[in-house]
T-cell receptor
């Protein structure tokens, strides 16, 4: 247990569906991140939030829409996805002033059919 | 741009020592991380180097040379449970200031420990 939880752990959705991934951190951190991990590829940073404000968007398609209502919760809203979006989506959090490391959640394994 | 290279796979024997190398070419370098990731699980933090030299933590050590853009992770007294992927990641601080930063990851090195 890293103090970062993600739900659901597995998700299968059709290309016309709308779904949301949820991340919650219980560590008192102020920064949260979404990453995508595909087979044979490095972890790719998607979005960064600092004190609920989005600070980075690494050219992610608009079919992925993040939401950060407070420093403890992060969502990734999905709509009209493509099969190539199938991957493991990892959430992470950090607090720079007290720790250099990012703590990762267990991830959501997404399959788009 | 950012470019991080590490070997795709390595195999080593239980009880032995293995060194996993990582080379990088990045802008705004502010430290290098090593993470361990078992299959189907989240990455977990192993080490962080920001200054040149060796950091030792139990069976694991990590080395950094900023001038050469080079790091390695050294695992001693290998155990079967060390079979995992080892991810090298370079830190770049975010434009927003304190609190957030970016990690750029390599593809990871899959280590198999055999009896």
């Amino acid at each position: 247990e890293t103090g970062v939880t993600q739900t659901p752990r597995h998700l299968v959705m059709g290309m016309t569906n709308k779904k949301s991934l949820k991340c919650e951190q219980h560590l008192g951190h102020n920064a949260m991140y979404w990453y995508k991990q595909s087979a044979k590829k490095p972890l790719e940073l998607m979005f960064v939030y600092n004190f609920k404000e989005q600070t980075e968007n690494n050219s992610v398609p608009s079919r992925f829409s993040p939401e950060c209502p407070n420093s403890s919760h992060l969502f990734l809203h999905l709509h009209t996805l493509q099969p190539e979006d199938s991957a493991l989506y990892l959430c992470a959090s950090s607090r720079r002033t007290q720790s250099y490391e990012q703590y990762f959640g267990p991830g959501t394994r997404l399959t788009v059919t | 741009g950012q470019n991080i290279d590490q070997p795709t796979e390595m195999t080593a024997t239980e009880g032995a020592i293995v060194q996993i190398n990582c080379t990088y070419q990045t802008s705004g370098f502010n430290g290098l991380f090593w993470y361990q990731q078992h299959a189907g699980e989240a990455p977990t933090f192993l080490s962080y180097n920001v200054l040149d030299g060796l950091e030792e933590k139990g069976r694991f050590s990590s080395f950094l040379s900023r001038s050469k853009g080079y790091s390695y992770l050294l695992l001693k007294e290998l155990q079967m449970k060390d079979s995992a992927s080892y991810l090298c990641a370079v830190r770049v601080d975010g434009d927003s200031g304190a609190g957030s930063y970016q990690l750029t990851f390599g593809k990871g090195t899959k280590l198999s420990v055999i009896p």
